[in-house]
């Protein structure tokens, strides 16, 4: 996937918007009728602005494939033509939904035309945009280079903002309303196909949709979705089953405040410097402590701590792993009652901590170097 190669943008956005502002939107169908977004909570959604006589136009084909194979698993296909690109979608709605049918046969719901850029955008367009900008084409295919040699000749800079560039952009929405990923004309549907794969499959989008999250609302987590993700925890596999693995599941507020009293002391100028800053936990009102034994059992304790991030995920809440605060913990002396606190067994060391909580923010996916892995055929 392109998204999973590319290692240059390394940028990493944090979108604040809420998951869901997608479906607060509001758009008309072919017969001019409101049709709101809500309607397609629960489904994945691949948005697409189209038109009839672009090059890129026999997309219908593959798209109006992927509906049909995709459909009852949960995909929804969202067209809206659109004429700002060449002047490439002329006529009424009616003379397009016309063509469509006649000659790719969608059964895709197709809306009224619509602006996708400039000062008569459609706010869903726009919303899209901000979401998932702009992010290259990729100049390493014949057309992407030529879409880019033709964009630039244009404008120079026109890479710099987040505005569609051609027909067949396509924006990707989870089930829960996250904008998952923006597709430019020239990406294969083969590899659009697999993040659908991703994003219709609930394990495989709770893997994909976890990010370290570093600020979290004020509202601990019920003590029973904490014990869900303990048990998913100890539910890892682990060597011999012997289980080497301690989980201390914090749930005292103030035993966490207390700690992070002795932490903003001891680094008072830098938690001055952090916005936002609630306790050491990277501002989580929960943390798991995962212990192992003085000697072996990272993998096993690795293991355990995915199970209860990504059961964490799947529960609605965010974690992060931390190594950090660890470091802290163990080296301050005045930091010795949490650990005595949390009663570590004898012959057992910290050897991380999950912060856990309710979001308070969303940040982009990381970018990951698909280059590490090779298939020996
Ligand atoms: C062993 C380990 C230790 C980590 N320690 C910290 C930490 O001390 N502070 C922090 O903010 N993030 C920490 N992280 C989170 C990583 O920075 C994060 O997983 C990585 O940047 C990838 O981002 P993602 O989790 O959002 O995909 C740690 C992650 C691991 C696996």
Redesign the pocket.
Known sequence: MKHLLTIAFLAIAVVSTSAQGIYNFTVKDGNGKDVSLADYKGRVLLIVNTATRCGFTPQYTELEALYKKYRTAGLEILDFPCNQFGEQAPGTIEEIHQFCTANYDIEFPQFDKIDVNGPEASPLFTYLKQQQGFKGFDTSEQMGKLLDGMMRKRDPDYDKNPDVKWNFTKFLVARDGRIVERYEPTEKIANIEADIQMELNPVLSTIMA?????HYLDKPVEHEKLALIARCGINAPNGMNRQPWIVRVVEDQKLIADVTDVYKRANAEQVSRESGFKNMF?NAPNIICVCSPNQGGDLDA?LL?ENMMLAAQALGLST????????FLTSNPDARFFLDRINIPEGYRLN??I?VGYPDEQ?A??P?DASKVEFVK
Do not use: D, M, N, W
Request: glycine share 18%; net charge positive.
């Open positions: 976890r990010r370290s999250v570093r990277r690795g701590g992060c792993c931390l190594g950090g605060p660890v470091r991380y901590i912060a940040p996916a990381r990951r």
